[in-house]
């Protein structure tokens, strides 16, 4: 059988009396010393895989794996956000030299102007058409689309709140292959404490924020979250 892995957000003590139990089913582990070790050495590893985990009074949690860092832009996570939903100086560390406007609309109607007429012409209610459906846009319609380039309105290298997920912020950024890519970033269900500057220096030696890795990986954004000023000495 399978070594147990930590879930998202489980308790060290929780995961540790899970993997011990479920490895007692396994005849290859007979001591229970040997199943305690293996267990703590799995815990250990994720921890490290995922960026570590926190502590909460005598309980260790684990982080949220990254998931979804990048995506590749689709009709079915383009997102187009309002002025107010982009991220302010006072939230996020952002050289504003970098920041661009990408025109993902088309100066002539073609798919991405027919997906934000969609959207807002449903408002609330638009939902992705699903393959086989009418409006569904052909393989060969989009990839058409994105050989033309077509615009549509939407700032490079400036996170935007993303409050139905799948995390708490985003950024279309260029990717490694120049293409325009989503990166999702931030648990949705933690508040950040960087103005503690204990939590803050431990954040960023967690993620080895001195060397964040490239602007299309959510540690690179999560880094900038997490920025050496507080959010005080920013605005």
């Known amino acids: ?27 290859k582990y007979k001591e229970n010393d040997q199943r305690a ?27 949220n794996r990254i998931e979804l860092d990048e995506e590749e832009i689709n009709p079915d996570n383009l997102y187009i956000p309002d002025e107010e939903e982009y991220c302010k100086a006072e939230e996020i560390e952002i050289d504003e030299s970098e920041i661009v406007e990408y025109d993902v609309e088309a100066e002539k109607p073609g798919l991405w102007e027919n997906i934000r007429k969609k959207k807002k012409r449903e ?28 615009k549509s309105k939407v700032k490079l290298n400036k996170p935007f709140r993303t409050p139905k997920g799948p995390k708490k912020f985003s950024v279309y950024v260029k990717n490694d292959k120049g293409n325009i890519v ?10 950040i404490k960087r103005d503690d500057p204990k939590r803050r220096k431990s954040y960023r030696a967690r993620h080895n924020c001195d060397n964040p890795g490239p602007k299309w990986k959510a540690n690179y954004w999560s880094c900038k979250m997490w920025s050496k000023q507080p959010v005080n000495k920013i605005t």
């Open 123 to 150: 408002g609330k209610k638009y939902k992705p058409a699903k393959p086989g459906e009418k409006d569904r846009p052909s393989k060969e319609a989009w990839e058409k689309a994105q050989a033309e380039k077509e």
């Open 1 to 27: 059988m399978p070594i147990p892995k930590p879930q998202s957000k489980e308790k060290k003590s929780d995961f540790v009396s899970r993997c011990i139990s479920e490895l007692s089913k396994d005849s």
């Open 37 to 63: 070790a293996i267990c703590y050495q799995q815990w250990s590893d994720a921890s490290k895989e995922v960026g570590g985990s926190i502590q909460f009074g005598e309980e260790e949690i684990l982080l």
């Open 182 to 191: 989503k990166v999702n970033f931030g648990d949705p269900n933690m508040e």
